[in-house]
């Protein structure tokens, strides 16, 4: 297991900065997700660890030695591409053993480590398999095999699973985070996808425009984002425009026809400010309660396990979510009352300081 630090990372292609000053730490065994939209640099982050690009300033260091502007074949780093980018006219063994006989190791060496790689990703008896034999899901195993078998400091993962359909997504981000947790290595993984970076991750570090928006653990980031943007790409939030009122030693965002209780985190009486409010945080009563604002109910979404409610909050949008079981008895223009989790509540600065 190795230790990575990222710091201070400037890029540019040409006149297009896509890096500004970045800087992160994985700590030995870690699974670090770099999470965020196209085009924020987290490819480009993973390229310059991996030495395929390399940074304008700043360094990568690992277990203390620089290696920024060593070569990508003296890294010690293994990476599994998003197109995977095995051979095709190889069978599956002589692709796993490519780094190993690039690296000049023994036959027997080879054959021990390549069938204990095909053990680890479950594929033990297919060596012999041509490449385009193989199913989505298992090319993708070959290569977590071919890039875990040379025994990397460090393994890097870029948008693995972006070409599988949703079932074989969903137990792949399993499968890829168990054999990461057996085999103890530290790890960089980059996504767009939300799902797959709380699922896997210890740490999550959200991108916007070259820049870290945040970094925390997947419940933290998910629950207490510190911005709209972090509210809004991580699980889908309602953000509504509001005025911070104050009254009778309480505070209150002011909206459009409502009034909902916030825990003062800063800003004055009367600012305006964007309220961020996920939509499984409210409760729902079919009868006022304290503090509870009416909500009609204009659609309802099934999708499955959970069920979204659609309507106004006085006079601005919401989206609600609750149980399937739970919405059955929620009619199409009904009201009910509800009020959110006031911890989970967030509140930042307008953007657009009218209201």
Known sequence: MSNLVVKNLNKSFGDNQVLFDV????????????LGPSGCGKTTILRIINGLEYPDSGSVIVDGKDITKVSPD?????????????FPTMTVYNNIAYGLK?????KEEIDEKVNAALRLVKLEGMGDRKITKMSGGQQQRVALARALVIEPAILLLDEPLSALDRKIRAEMQYEI??????????????????????????????MNKGVIEQESDPWTLYNYP??????????????????????????????NGWTLPVKHTGGENGDAIEVAVRGEHFTIRREPFDNAQKFVVKDKVFTGSVCKLLGKLGEDAVE???????AESFKQGGEVYILPNIDTTLYFPAKNKEV
């Open 226 to 255: 510190i911005s709209t943007f972090a509210s809004d790409f991580l699980g889908k939030a309602n953000i509504l425009k509001a005025t911070l009122v104050k009254k009778e030693g309480m505070w209150f965002a002011q909206g």
């Open 320 to 326: 609600l979510t609750t149980l399937s079981i739970e």
């Open 102 to 106: 690039m690296r000049k190791k023994s």
């Open 74 to 86: 003296k890294r010690n780093i293994g990476m599994v591409f998003q197109n995977y980018a095995l």
């Open 23 to 34: 800087s992160f730490e994985v700590k030995e065994g870690d699974f670090l997700s770099l």
């Open 177 to 206: 985070r168990s054999i990461q947790q057996k085999v103890g290595i530290t790890t960089v993984f980059v996504t767009h996808d939300q799902e797959e970076a709380l699922t896997m991750s210890d740490r999550i570090i959200l």
